[in-house]
């Protein structure tokens, strides 16, 4: 179908009731479509029933004022559901009065540059998710209260407004308050009682500091996240109240330096499921943050001054996910990481100071996942990684003065299913028995993979059909490895790797052969 049919056909559409039971439109990410006046007015006329309608991320426009907007909300009474990115170029300045005749109106969000609120939009009784993404916008309805139904606010790049009305207070039904790139808006000293708020949200604000010192009357306070701050990378400790939130179960915590943390916070970490600290500081890690018995997920990234972890890390014994990544100062992991019994994934990522990992890592019998990228100086692995019988997805990428994997290692890797080595790496001999049962083999650079492996039974372990590797190494009496007509079904075309001169079929000796692809 052309440009030029396409457009006519949704010009009809939009004039006429071809679905006449329609209750979803969705415009989205569509060059072609051009919004105007008159196909909004046009489209309240043809779709009266509609309840949801999402106009999103159109490029072009014709004349689109305020009147088509005011007659969509005149014709589409019956819409919930509200979607709408107004055009850089809408020259209106406000969102048309008749926005108060959607009456059942549930959710509502708009996008623009340039626009305020009408007073009216706090009839909006049925309403329970605002969100505004709204450049310019100077302010917020003094009576935004009255939606008492309101269950999620969200402010998004609204760098204008400075402070948030009196009456939210009156919000008793919140649950998420987000405040993200609102770098003028302030927060008051004592927040409001949201006694059902469970997600507060706030990012990328520059004015706001300290936090409220209220914040731990929030009982049902599910989710802190608090990143990128700028009032509060000196903060020196929690508001003193923090330890009434016993419901927290995930906080996240970037760009904020904690020099301090009072001892009174281990009732609200008792119940702490996912702790992510990110940017700042941080030298050490408090020990009081130890008491969070019941955590799963641990994220500890970009702290350039973190030397080190305490002892009592191993005490993190419900601890499901940890990942480390962008600590150039840490050295060593504590010898207790082998406490850490119910860890099924293990991220070390961009630890440039890292040396070795703790003999104790072979106790962890639920690891599935190990993932090492970009350890520069991580020169060898424990012996003791031999003995992770759970593990099924193994990577070391870009560690370059690893050069070899231990050589206990392999045998007891029986659940490896996953293998990504990218690095200039050793594999011992047991470790070859594991290849045929490895789904995924990626290796991008050079390796005696196949080194002191007898070559008659390399058919067994090798599938050229799964194996998307380079295969740059082998026995030399690789070409001989063909003893039966079995083996014939899983050697490459044609694969006929060079033999040194005088080999014996089984020869354990090995040649480098620079760039043999696999098919």
């Given at each position: 179908m052309s440009a030029h049919e396409l457009l006519r056909q949704l010009s009809a559409f939009s004039r006429h009731s071809a679905f006449p039971r329609l209750k979803k439109l969705v415009i989205s990410e569509f060059s072609l479509v051009l919004i105007s006046d008159r196909f909004l007015s046009a489209l309240a006329e043809a779709h009266p029933d509609l309840i949801e309608l999402r106009i999103d991320a159109i490029e072009m426009y014709d004349g689109f004022e305020a009147d088509g907007m005011s007659r969509l909300f005149e014709g589409c009474t019956r819409l919930e559901d509200l979607?709408?990115?107004?055009?850089?170029?809408?020259?209106?300045?406000?969102?048309?009065?008749?926005?108060?005749?959607?009456?059942?109106?549930?959710?509502?969000?708009?996008?623009?540059?340039?626009?305020?609120?009408?007073?009216?939009?706090?009839?909006?009784?049925?309403?329970?998710?605002?969100?505004?993404?709204?450049?310019?916008?100077?302010?917020?309805?003094q009576d935004l209260g009255n939606l008492t139904l309101l269950k999620s606010l969200q402010l998004e790049s609204c760098a204008v407004i400075t402070s948030l009305p009196t009456s939210i207070h009156q919000l008793t039904n919140l649950h998420r308050l987000s405040i993200i790139a609102c770098s003028r808006l302030r927060l008051p000293d004592i927040l409001p009682d949201f006694p059902a708020l469970r997600i507060l949200d706030i990012r990328d604000c520059g004015a706001i500091s300290p936090l409220p010192e209220n914040l731990g009357q929030l009982q049902a306070l599910e989710t802190l996240q608090v990143e990128q701050v700028m009032g509060l990378r000196a903060l020196t400790r929690l508001p003193a109240s923090s330890s009434g939130l016993t419901s927290l179960t995930t906080l996240h915590l970037s760009g904020v330096s904690f020099s301090a943390v009072s001892g009174d916070i281990g009732c609200w970490l008792s119940r702490l499921r996912t702790l992510k600290v990110e940017g700042g500081r941080l030298t050490s890690v408090p020990d009081s943050l130890w008491l969070a018995a019941a955590l799963q997920k641990l994220h500890i990234k970009d702290l350039p001054s973190l030397a080190s972890l305490p002892d009592c890390f191993g005490q993190l014994t419900a601890l499901k996910t940890l990942h480390l990544s962008g600590l150039p100062s840490l050295t060593s992991l504590p010898e207790g990481f082998g406490q850490l019994r119910a860890l099924e994934i293990l991220h070390l990522w961009r630890l440039e100071a890292l040396?070795?990992?703790?003999?104790?890592?072979?106790?962890?019998?639920?690891?599935?996942?190990?993932?090492?990228?970009?350890?520069?100086?991580?020169?060898?692995?424990?012996?003791?990684?031999?003995?992770?019988?759970?593990?099924?997805?193994?990577?070391?990428?870009?560690?370059?003065?690893?050069?070899?994997?231990?050589?206990?290692?392999?045998?007891?890797?029986?659940?490896?299913?996953?293998?990504?080595?990218?690095?200039?790496?050793?594999?011992?001999?047991?470790?070859?028995?594991?290849?045929?049962?490895?789904?995924?083999?990626?290796?991008?650079?050079?390796?005696?993979?196949?080194?002191?492996?007898?070559?008659?039974?390399?058919?067994?372990?090798?599938?050229?059909?799964?194996?998307?590797?380079?295969?740059?190494?082998?026995?030399?009496?690789?070409?001989?490895?063909?003893?039966?007509?079995?083996?014939?079904?899983?050697?490459?075309?044609?694969?006929?790797?060079?033999?040194?001169?005088?080999?014996?079929?089984?020869?354990?000796?090995?040649?480098?052969?620079?760039?043999?692809?696999?098919?």
């Open positions: 979607h709408l990115c107004c055009p850089p170029t809408w020259q209106a300045h406000t969102i048309p009065d008749s926005i108060d005749r959607l009456a059942g109106l549930k959710n509502l969000y708009l996008e623009a540059f340039n626009f305020d609120l009408p007073d009216s939009i706090t009839s909006l009784q049925s309403l329970e998710s605002l969100t505004l993404r709204t450049y310019r916008l100077r302010r917020l309805p040396t070795h990992l703790p003999e104790s890592l072979g106790q962890l019998k639920n690891l599935q996942e190990l993932d090492m990228y970009s350890c520069d100086k991580l020169r060898r692995l424990p012996d003791s990684l031999g003995r992770l019988s759970s593990l099924e997805r193994l990577k070391v990428n870009h560690c370059p003065v690893l050069t070899a994997l231990p050589e206990g290692m392999g045998s007891g890797l029986q659940s490896l299913r996953e293998l990504l080595l990218n690095c200039e790496k050793s594999l011992p001999p047991p470790f070859i028995a594991l290849l045929h049962s490895i789904a995924r083999n990626d290796r991008d650079c050079g390796s005696q993979v196949l080194q002191r492996h007898p070559a008659r039974e390399l058919w067994r372990f090798w599938n050229p059909k799964e194996a998307r590797s380079k295969v740059d190494a082998a026995p030399v009496g690789l070409p001989c490895f063909n003893p039966s007509p079995r083996a014939h079904s899983h050697q490459p075309h044609g694969a006929r790797l060079p033999r040194a001169e005088g080999a014996a079929r089984g020869d354990t000796a090995t040649r480098r052969v620079g760039g043999t692809q696999n098919p």
